[in-house]
């Protein structure tokens, strides 16, 4: 598996603002992408999710962008929210629905009231 | 709530000893799949039952096993626990095996601490 440290990228918002995370992932074979919201003491939760024949995907106030060419994610939440406060992951497959999933590097969203 | 069950919620054991974690998954769910996710990591992919079948596996030593059962829930066993075997331990429950369209729920997991 990837090594990584302990200690998670962290990115802080202004309650209302919008917020982007960004995600490289490895292989460029995958063809699934998946959005993870973790709150702590808990699983996983599926935000969205994108196929590779897709650029852009828009759920109920969050966004996500899929760039092949640099192998770049990236979730945009609009007027984020206390509740949005988590940790988000982004999650690659090969073979859409499979659910084989490889996790990048979590970043940690902190909302200020 | 996902309707995915793993059972403990907590479990410490010593060094050398065996663990078994189950998981019940989500009803009209057929496959489940099991992550370790490390402090400060991501999930790690361990391995995959469909339909009570193996149906791929991560890098991870044979010394984790699994075992699907004919109501689709699972048991994921590891033996001669070692200290780098404490993390939290996912299953994701969906319906079918490499099929689109369906999305996996997570259970909350089970921490496992090694002493």
């Known amino acids: 598996g990837e090594s990584v440290g302990l200690h998670l990228p962290t990115l802080s918002v202004q309650e209302g603002d919008n917020s982007i995370i960004n995600c490289a992932y490895s292989n460029s074979a995958s063809d699934y992408f998946i959005w993870y919201k973790q709150e702590s003491g808990k699983g996983p939760q599926f935000i969205i999710d994108i196929r590779s024949n897709m650029d852009k995907r828009q759920g109920q106030r969050v966004t996500v962008l899929l760039n092949k060419t640099v192998k770049h994610l990236s979730l945009q939440i609009a007027a984020t929210q206390p509740g949005d406060s988590a940790v988000y992951f982004c999650a690659e497959n090969i073979g859409a629905g499979s659910y084989q999933l490889t996790f990048g590097k979590g970043t940690k969203l902190s909302v200020i009231p | 709530e996902t309707g995915v069950t793993q059972s403990p919620t907590h479990l410490i054991k010593t060094r050398g000893q065996q663990v078994t974690l189950r998981c019940s998954s989500q009803?009209?769910?057929?496959?489940v799949s099991w992550y370790q996710q490390a402090l400060g990591q991501g999930p790690q992919f361990i391995f995959q039952?469909?339909?009570?079948?193996?149906?791929g596996r991560g890098n991870f030593p044979p010394r984790f096993s699994g075992l699907q059962f004919p109501n689709y829930s699972s048991e994921l066993n590891v033996n001669a626990l070692e200290l780098d075997d404490s993390a939290l331990y996912l299953c994701?429950?969906?319906f079918g095996a490499g099929t689109a369209n369906t999305e996996a729920f997570f259970g909350q997991g089970t921490r496992l601490t090694v002493v």
């Open positions: 039952y469909y339909r009570e079948e193996e149906n």
């Open positions: 009803s009209g769910h057929n496959t």
């Open positions: 994701a429950s969906s």
